[in-house]
C-alpha cells in the first residue's frame, strides 16, 4: 500500500555487489507473459500481482505467479467513462491516464486522470472497490485544473494523506487529501519544476530518515523517439524541498538521472515506487518491438541513503524477503521457476496530446501487448484486393491486438464481433479498408474461401489494430 512505508531495503538481487546503475546501464529485461502497459502502478493483493495502466477505461494486468509473470489482460477498471469527465474537462477523452493504486482505510483507491486535447484542463478522479479485482465504484473528482492555472491535475500520486501530482507547466504540485480520498482545504504544495519544462510522472517513496521524489523528465510517449528519463531527489519532508545528489533543488531543475534510454530500452519512465514497496515498476518503448510500450520491474536500491535501481527482475530473483550486509546485497530465492510466456487479453491504447507552455510535445500513449503474434515467414505475402503485405502470415482468431509499424498480413479465420484500428496508413478486410473506425461484424464483407484477409499498414512509428469478440 502507498501508505506503509518501505522497510524493505533491497528485493531480488543475486549476491550482487555495491550497485551504481545511474543512466540506465543495464538492459532490458523481458517479463513473461501479455505485458504491453504505459503509466504503471502495480500492488501485490490476495496473492497476485495485479498492474493498472492506462488506457481505455484502465486496463488491469495480472500475474499470480509471480512479478515476473506471466502476466496478462484481466479487465477494464471501467465499462465507460465516468459521466462528471465531460463537464469537468470540456472534452470527452478516448482514455484515461496515469492510475495510482492504493490501499488505504481498509479499501483500495485508484486515483487517475483525464484531460482535454493539448490544454492543461484536466481533472483527477478517484474510484474505489473492497475487492482489487473490483466492482469498482467511481467516486468522482478530486481535484481539476484550468487554462488559467499554471499546473497540469494530471499524473497522481497518493502517499500518506497528500496527492502529488503534475505535468509540464511549474511542475509537480501536492494538495491534501482527506479520510474520504478527496481533497482536504486549499493549501497547494510546490515540489519540483523546470520553469516550463518537460517534468511529470511524480512518485514519493518514504524510506528511512527520507522521502524520495521519482519524476520523469523529458519527452514521453514518442515511440523509438522517447527521451523520457527517470529522476530522482531526496527531502526529509514530504512537502519537500527535495533536492538532488549534487545538492540541487528540484524546484531549480534539479534530479539525479536514475534510469535513461539504453540498449532496447528506450525511454523508461512514467513509473511508480510506492504501492510495491522496494520495487519500481515503469514503462519504456522496446526497442525490438518497434517501440510498444512495455512494462518493466527493478528493485530500488538505497546506498548511503540514496537510491538506485538494480536489474530487471528476472524469473529466479523475485518472491523472498531480501538481506542487507554492509558491503553487498544478498538474496536466496526460496522457489526456482522457469515461466513460459504466455498470450492474453486484448490491450487498449491512449491516444491524448499535452502541451506544455515552453515546449510542445505530442504525448502518444501506446500500451501494447498481442495476444496471438504473427508467426514470421520468409515470403511476402498478397492479401485479398491486391494489397501487398508483410513477410508475415498466419491465422488468427480474436480477441487479437496488433501494435507496430511497418506492413503486416494475416489470413484470419475469425475476427469476432467487431474491429478497430488507428495510427495506421491503411487497414483492409477482403480489399475493403476500415482504418480509423470501429466496425462490427454485420458490416464485414464475406468471407474469401472461408477466411478473412487483414492487410495493416502504418509507417507512422506504431499504430494498432485490434480484433475484439
Not at 488506457?55 to 477494464?76: A, Q, V
Not at 485508484?110 to 490544454?119: E, M, N, R
Not at 510506492?274 to 515498476?281: I, Q, T, V
Request: net charge neutral; proline share 7%.
Amino acid at each position: 500500500m502507498k501508505t506503509i512505508r518501505s522497510s524493505f531495503l533491497i528485493i531480488a538481487i543475486l549476491t550482487l555487489l555495491t550497485i551504481s546503475i545511474i543512466g540506465g546501464t543495464v538492459p532490458a529485461q523481458a517479463l513473461s507473459g501479455s505485458f504491453g502497459t504505459h503509466d504503471p502502478s502495480i500492488i501485490q493483493a490476495g496473492g497476485c500481482y495485479y498492474a493498472f495502466g492506462t488506457g481505455t477505461w484502465l486496463p488491469i494486468l495480472r500475474s499470480c505467479t509471480s512479478m515476473y509473470g506471466p502476466w496478462s489482460f484481466l479487465k477494464n477498471t471501467f465499462s465507460s467513462l465516468p459521466s462528471w469527465i465531460p463537464g469537468a474537462i470540456g472534452a470527452t477523452p478516448g482514455n484515461l491516464w496515469a492510475p495510482d493504486i492504493n490501499f488505504v482505510n481498509g479499501q483500495y483507491r485508484l486515483y487517475y486522470a483525464a484531460s482535454s486535447f493539448g490544454t492543461n484542463r484536466s481533472a483527477i478522479g478517484l474510484a474505489t472497490a473492497s475487492n482489487i479485482e473490483g466492482p469498482w465504484t467511481d467516486a468522482g473528482e478530486v481535484f481539476r485544473s484550468t487554462t488559467s492555472n499554471n499546473y497540469n491535475a494530471i499524473d497522481p500520486d497518493y502517499i500518506e494523506g497528500k496527492l502529488a501530482f503534475g505535468s509540464f507547466w511549474d511542475g509537480i504540485k501536492m494538495i491534501d487529501i482527506g479520510a474520504d480520498g478527496k481533497r482536504s482545504g486549499t493549501a497547494m504544495y510546490n515540489l519540483a519544476s523546470r520553469g516550463g519544462g518537460a517534468i511529470e510522472a511524480p512518485s514519493i517513496v518514504h524510506q528511512g530518515n527520507f522521502y524520495y521524489l521519482f519524476v520523469s523528465f523529458d519527452t514521453c510517449c514518442q515511440g523509438l523517439n522517447s527521451t523520457y528519463r527517470t529522476m530522482v531527489g531526496r527531502s526529509t519532508s514530504l512537502t519537500g524541498p527535495y533536492v538532488a545528489q549534487n545538492g540541487t533543488a528540484m524546484m531549480s531543475g534539479g534530479g539525479t538521472q536514475l534510469l535513461a534510454s539504453s540498449g532496447n530500452e528506450i525511454g523508461p519512465g512514467g513509473g511508480d515506487g510506492n504501492a510495491l514497496p522496494g520495487f519500481f515498476g515503469y514503462h519504456f518503448y522496446d526497442g525490438a518491438a518497434n517501440g510498444a510500450a512495455r512494462l518493466n520491474i527493478r528493485p530500488i536500491v538505497y546506498t548511503n541513503d540514496w537510491p538506485s535501481f538494480g536489474p530487471p527482475i528476472t524469473s529466479g530473483t523475485v518472491g523472498s524477503t531480501p538481506t542487507r550486509t554492509s558491503t553487498q546485497f544478498t538474496f536466496n530465492p526460496t522457489l526456482t521457476r522457469t515461466f513460459t510466456p504466455t498470450n492474453a487479453g486484448p490491450t487498449l491504447t491512449r491516444t491524448p496530446t499535452i502541451n506544455g507552455p515552453s515546449l510542445t510535445p505530442t504525448r502518444t500513449f501506446t500500451p501494447s501487448a498481442t495476444s496471438s503474434m504473427p508467426t514470421r515467414t520468409s515470403t511476402p505475402t498478397v492479401a485479398a484486393g491486391g494489397d501487398f503485405c508483410s513477410p508475415v502470415t498466419s491465422t488468427i482468431t480474436v480477441p487479437f491486438t496488433f501494435d507496430g509499424a511497418g506492413a503486416f498480413c494475416w489470413q484470419a479465420s475469425s475476427l469476432g464481433a467487431y474491429i478497430n484500428s488507428w495510427n495506421t496508413n491503411s487497414v483492409a478486410v477482403n480489399g475493403v479498408n476500415f482504418t480509423n473506425i470501429w466496425v462490427s461484424a454485420s458490416s464485414l464483407p464475406a468471407k474469401i474461401n472461408g477466411f478473412y484477409y487483414v492487410s495493416y499498414n502504418s509507417n507512422v512509428g506504431w499504430g494498432h489494430f485490434e480484433a475484439r469478440p
